[in-house]
């Protein structure tokens, strides 16, 4: 059974036409941004929970061959829910951050322009679809990232973020070339997994460039620190529910084409496992929270990358929606604290949940639940991933296990930081990138409870009553159950890490070494400007030189060879010229005396001449004929 | 010859500008030189507005599904020389026709000159004349006599309008088009010759030319002659270096008429002679066009990141689109050379718009250089709107025009030439750093205090805007009622250099393909979305076209025989 089409189209066209509308609305719509945003929010939030109940499909011709198809199966109903909700939030939330008079309809349009663009990645059922939203996100988290544009280094950031991710989409480009030539023309997703032997290859490499470009996981990782330089509504939207996600899902739905290539799975499970150790580590090193979290999004989201390659599909699909949770709930705390205290710096926010103490909980049950205790629900998705990578390999197993416990450790040293007694002098450090207002709005406290109430109830995964039931929605392969012992285990480790890191943190200094490279993230970044960029540039400017010099060059070449043959010609031939002109003129002349000759006034040479003239005429015309 | 209607629209569509053109030529000066201004430009705009509702009507009456020539009008012109004035309207015209009876208006309303308007619109006037009797000619020679008209508006409009080496511009212009078009001249004498010997009927008509017997090394030269003269006008990589010097010493108006319509002449050319007459070339020097046009992707890409000059900046972006278009083109699948066909129309509507944008900014500031412009967004909000939806479309945004063709040409591409599909894809991300660098440039940071007061689009500006940016969004969420109207006309070309090559098993057993495409639009009105998707090869034809892709396997509509083959690589 299928729901009816129009709920597909509602589902996607109420955020994109209200966010358009509000985009083009300008300032003339900036009163009503808010109410308008948070409305329109809201009733996508409504029509998600009745697509993932009716499960509607819809198809529309898109262009020769190949039709738009949209599907809401298990894993698109529950990728739905969870993006509208956490977009609801978000938006909430933004109602008290981005106060009125900051372009207020730019930020609420774009915001949902970008749910619009994430809702139409998750339900397409064609390369096609997807690529269309997957695109669409990129180019409206360059706007959003860089929303405050005066600042130069934020929309390079935006910048960052969108050429970074662009050129890992070249991946999906490449893959639907390989779809198109390898027999599957209609772009179908499920059609991917039976291309023939080249391009199968061919469009497994680009889905998993693009999906690890998207989620930034190694080595794509750098544009999300950038990214943090965006309010912080956006990082709670883009960096926990969406477009980082986005990529987690890619590898998730097409989990059978990671399957037929037969290279695919391990590559992807080895790239998730070592981004949730690496990436843990550099979260471990950070001293400004939304770079933690940053560094920890990464890590998490190799969770689900780790999963979708050893083949647990509704275990990386619980864990996505856990660490949505979760981490929309932790961007928001921090945004929080930045918007009343001025600051992110960990340093600076000491004692900072004991001022706003409801943001101080609800950051702690995040923080908690992100740490991998039970029975909270990072703890129970997690365990469900490692599991599925138990099956696998225990190489995989161990790897996973050593990112949790570097997940304990980064979290617990956030919250207990910000849980220190206030000390005398903290306001010195307050107000050092915005002006804080030293007040939590309603608006901000509100999405922190709910989502709070979210990170830790969605613990009930650990239940099998819940999870079989959840797996019977997305209705994959492989759900793993994790066996008693694996759950105690992990639970001990996180316990013991969180515990340690609490005692300690205040009076354990993280090594120098490790310390530097985790705070410039590896370096990854001067990697890519190395590599990448700074190659271009130079090739840039030493391809406009050789344009201006050779290519046009040889234009002027030729051109000035022919004004300089035409100099030499003249000089050389004009007075051959003239020879010509004079010699013409002067047979002409004696031509005119020859003719004149016959003209005698005697009628008997005339007829003569004329009976000549009449022979030779028809002597021409019989030979001729 | 097929059907001739009525009306004749199309030698309508020729002569109206043209019209206009003399009337604004012999306008007393006795009217005073405000009056005369006026008028001038009121007769202008008239006639560029009712050539533009006529092109509108040619789209209307275009009969979908009708891959040949359509609403032709043949007169006898110089009977004794074999050239007669015949029009014809297809569908790979049809939308190049529309693109430039839009930007033609725009041009003049958006980029009203100070001084000598008369001259200027009336160069306008015929510049439009020249480039819709371009688009519609099926003689060789009428051809031929439009596509070099349109030198000498550009030549005077560049040296009388335009800023800095605008001298050196026009010239270098003018006589690198020329020289290109000699060849085109000694190469379409040459076919007709060869012709007039095979058959004793000396004609430059297109449709009788089409069925001269022309050997591999014959065919290969007139190619080289014909393509020489296209390569130039469009221009393709290596031979671009006039574009970057014209467009910059160019008024705001004519470039955009010279970089969206004019290069489509070249494009436009390749597909609809070269095609046509040479395919056996064509199929055989492919890879050699291929590689040019990957080339000119990537290399107008590169060469666009060093640009500091907005104009200079947007001709090498030409220079990396018009790529995609040689590459759709030559990689000669329906889908590819659909795409290229669409790609035409989507880089003239973009690069028009970004011109009259870039043109509007010179008009506030008197420079193009991206490092004495920044923060412009706060003062002229709606110019960075409009520039970043225009900027959006000319990186391949999906939603908006330039991904439908981009898109359609890669995946086209990749049935047949895969390599250089795939290096081509690479160029997806050039575009967006080259563009979002100089946008950042111009448009954010704070602003300077030069930036501060600079206008924001007025009311007129705007109104120029709206239809471009309503149009690139409309091809870029709706591409379909164009596809439908292209896609036929495209099957048959491809089906046409197949057969003519071999290139692949004859697809239709009988019939040819006239009675293909008619079938497939009577396919499309019998019902297109019939549930089960591949069972049935039928199902596979929608109404764009005879052929379609299921599954791996090329499925080609009939209504009594059905073939599916399979490409050969």
Redesign the interface.
């Known amino acids: 059974m299928t729901g009816p089409a129009w709920l597909i189209w509602a589902l996607i066209g109420l955020p994109l036409g209200s966010g358009t509308a509000l985009g083009v609305g300008?300032r003339r719509a900036e009163r009503l941004a808010a109410p308008a945003g948070v409305a329109a929010a809201a009733a996508t939030l409504g029509l998600a929970a009745a697509a993932a109940v009716w499960r509607p499909a819809a198809s529309a011709?898109?262009?020769?061959?190949v039709d738009a198809t949209f599907a809401v199966d298990g894993l698109s109903a529950v990728m739905v829910v969870t993006v509208a909700s956490v977009a609801a939030a978000v938006l909430v939330f933004s109602v008290g951050d981005i106060r009125s008079g900051e372009a207020r309809s730019r930020f609420f349009g774009l915001m949902l322009i970008f749910v619009a663009a994430m809702l139409v990645a998750v339900t397409a059922s064609n390369l096609?679809v997807l690529?269309?939203?997957w695109?669409?996100m990129g180019?409206t988290s360059?706007?959003l990232i860089?929303f405050w544009?005066?600042?130069?280094s934020r929309?390079?950031a935006g910048?960052t973020a969108?050429?970074t991710t662009?050129?890992a989409?070249?991946g999906l480009?490449?893959a639907?070339?390989?779809a198109?030539?390898?027999?599957?023309?209609?772009l179908r997703l499920d059609?991917l997994a039976h291309l023939?032997s080249p391009w199968l290859g061919l469009a497994t490499a680009g889905v998993i460039a693009a999906a690890l470009g998207k989620s930034a996981q190694l080595p794509f990782s750098f544009w999300l620190s950038k990214a943090m330089e965006g309010p912080s509504p956006v990082s709670a939207l883009l960096h926990s529910a969406t477009m980082v996600a986005a990529g987690g899902y890619l590898l998730l739905r097409l989990h059978p084409l990671l399957w037929a290539s037969g290279w695919g799975q391990p590559v992807v499970a080895w790239a998730g496992a070592a981004t949730a150790v690496v990436l843990g580590l550099v979260a471990v090193a950070q001293a400004d929270l939304k770079q933690l979290l940053a560094a920890s999004t990464c890590a998490q989201i190799g969770f689900i990358v780790l999963a979708a390659g050893a083949g647990g599909v509704a275990a990386g699909t619980a864990q996505l929606v856990a660490h949505a949770a979760t981490k929309s709930l932790l961007f928001l705390a921090a945004g929080a604290w930045l918007a009343a205290l001025g600051t992110k710096q960990l340093d600076a926010l000491a004692g900072a949940a004991r001022r706003y103490r409801l943001v101080g909980a609800a950051f702690t049950a995040g923080a908690l639940a992100l740490a991998g205790l039970p029975p909270l629900s990072l703890w129970a998705t997690k365990d469900a991933v490692l599991s599925s990578a138990l099956a696998r390999q225990p190489a995989l197993y161990a790897a996973g296990l050593a990112g949790a416990v570097i997940s304990a450790l980064y979290s617990i040293r956030a919250a207990r930081l910000v849980w220190l007694p206030l000390a005398p002098g903290a306001s010195a450090g307050y107000d050092t990138e915005r002006a804080g207002t030293r007040r939590v709005e309603g608006w901000m406290q509100g999405p922190l409870v709910v989502l709070a109430a979210a990170a830790v109830g969605l613990g009930v995964y650990a239940l099998p009553e819940v999870s079989n039931v959840f797996d019977n929605v997305i209705a994959g392969p492989g759900a793993g159950r994790p066996a008693g012992w694996e759950l105690g285990l992990s639970a001990g480790l996180a316990l013991v890490a969180a515990g340690a890191t609490w005692r300690w943190v205040t009076r354990l200094r993280v090594p120098a070494a490790l310390g530097a490279a985790g705070w410039a993230w590896l370096g990854l970044e001067a990697a890519a400007a190395l590599l990448v960029v700074r190659p271009?540039?130079r090739?840039?400017?030493g391809?406009?030189r050789f344009?201006d010099v050779v290519?046009?060059g040889a234009?002027r070449g030729v051109?000035g060879g022919a004004l300089a043959a035409a100099r030499l010609g003249a000089r050389l031939g004009e007075v051959g010229v003239d020879d010509v002109v004079g010699a013409v003129a002067g047979g002409a002349r004696r031509l005119g005396g020859l003719a004149r000759r016959p003209q005698t006034g005697q009628l008997h040479q005339y007829y003569a001449q004329a009976a000549v003239a009449l022979a030779v005429l028809v002597a021409i015309v019989v030979a001729v004929r | 010859m097929g059907p001739t209607t009525t009306f004749p629209y199309l030698t309508t569509l020729v002569l109206l500008p043209a019209g206009a053109a003399v009337a604004c030529a012999v306008m007393p000066r006795s009217m005073g030189e405000r009056a005369q201004r006026r008028a001038v430009l009121a007769v202008g705009t008239l006639a560029m507005v009712a050539a533009l509702a006529l092109a509108v009507t040619i789209a209307v009456e275009f009969r979908v599904g009708d891959g040949g020539y359509q609403m032709q009008s043949v007169h006898q012109w110089m009977p004794q020389l074999g050239v007669s004035w015949h029009l014809g309207v297809d569908g790979i015209s049809l939308f190049l026709l529309l693109m430039a009876a839009v930007l033609f208006p725009l041009a003049l309303l958006g980029a009203t000159v100070r001084q000598k308007s008369r001259s200027y619109v009336v160069w306008l006037l015929v510049l439009e004349a020249a480039c819709m009797g371009s688009f519609v000619s099926l003689d060789l020679i009428l051809f031929f006599v439009f596509f070099e008209l349109t030198l000498v508006p550009v030549y005077f409009i560049i040296v009388g309008w335009g800023s800095g080496r605008r001298a050196y511009a026009a010239v270098?212009f003018f006589?690198?088009t020329f020289l290109g078009s000699a060849f085109l001249l000694v190469g379409i004498v040459a076919v007709a010759v060869i012709h007039d010997q095979q058959t004793g009927h000396l004609t430059f008509d297109l449709v009788a030319l089409q069925s001269t017997h022309l050997g591999l090394a014959s065919q290969i030269l007139l190619f080289l002659a014909f393509t020489a003269a296209f390569a130039v006008k469009a221009p393709i990589f290596?031979f671009?270096?006039?574009s970057p010097d014209a467009y910059s010493s160019s008024p705001t108006g004519g470039a955009v008429i010279l970089a969206a319509v004019m290069a489509k002449l070249g494009t436009y050319g390749v597909i609809r002679f070269d095609l046509t007459l040479f395919p056996r070339a064509v199929v055989d020097l492919a890879p050699v066009l291929l590689t040019l046009g990957v080339i000119g992707i990537l290399?107008g890409a590169?060469?666009?990141?060093?640009?500091r000059d907005l104009k200079r900046l947007v001709a090498y972006s030409s220079l990396a689109h018009i790529g995609f278009i040689v590459l759709g083109t030559f990689a000669l699948s329906?889908?590819a050379v659909?795409g290229g066909v669409l790609q035409m129309v989507n880089h003239g509507l973009v690069t028009a718009a970004l011109f009259l944008l870039i043109g509007w900014i010179w008009d506030r500031r008197r420079t193009w250089r991206t490092d004495e412009l920044r923060?412009l967004?706060?003062p002229a909000?709606i110019l960075a709107?409009m520039f970043?939806v225009v900027m959006?479309a000319s990186?391949g945004?999906?939603?908006l025009n330039g991904?439908?063709g981009e898109?359609?040409v890669?995946?086209?591409?990749?049935?047949t030439h895969?390599w250089w599909?795939?290096v081509a894809?690479?160029g997806?991300?050039l575009a967006?750093?080259y563009l979002?660098?100089a946008f950042?440039r111009v448009?954010?940071?704070?602003p300077g205090p030069e930036d501060e007061h600079t206008r924001d689009l007025g009311w007129r500006e705007t109104a120029v805007m709206v239809p471009l940016v309503g149009l690139i969004i409309f091809l870029g969420v709706y591409?379909?009622p164009v596809?439908d109207r292209i896609?036929p006309t495209v099957t048959a070309l491809v089906h046409h250099v197949d057969v003519a090559t071999g290139r692949v098993q004859p697809l239709v057993a009988n019939g040819g393909v006239a009675a293909a495409a008619s079938t497939a639009a009577t396919a499309a009105t019998g019902g297109?979305r019939a549930g089960t998707?591949?069972s049935a090869p039928t199902a596979?034809c929608?109404h764009?076209?005879q052929s379609?892709?299921?599954?791996?396997?090329r499925v080609v509509c009939h209504v009594a025989v059905t073939t599916s083959t399979r490409r050969l690589p």
């Open positions: 300008g011709p898109l262009f020769a061959g096609a690529l269309m939203g695109e669409a180019a360059w706007a860089g544009w005066r600042n130069r929309m390079e910048a969108f050429v662009r050129a989409d070249v480009y490449l639907a070339g390989a198109v030539a390898g027999g599957a023309g209609s059609a023939p271009l540039l090739a840039a400017s391809l406009a344009d290519v046009d234009v051109a | 270098k006589l690198y290596p671009h270096t006039w290399y590169i060469v666009a990141c060093a640009q329906t889908e659909t923060g967004q706060r909000p709107a970043t959006m990186i945004l999906p939603g991904f439908v898109f359609l890669l995946a086209g591409t990749f049935l895969r599909a795939v894809t690479t997806v991300v967006a750093v979002l660098w950042q448009f954010h940071h704070a591409p379909k596809l896609t297109t998707a591949a596979a929608r764009h076209g379609a892709w299921v599954d791996g396997r």
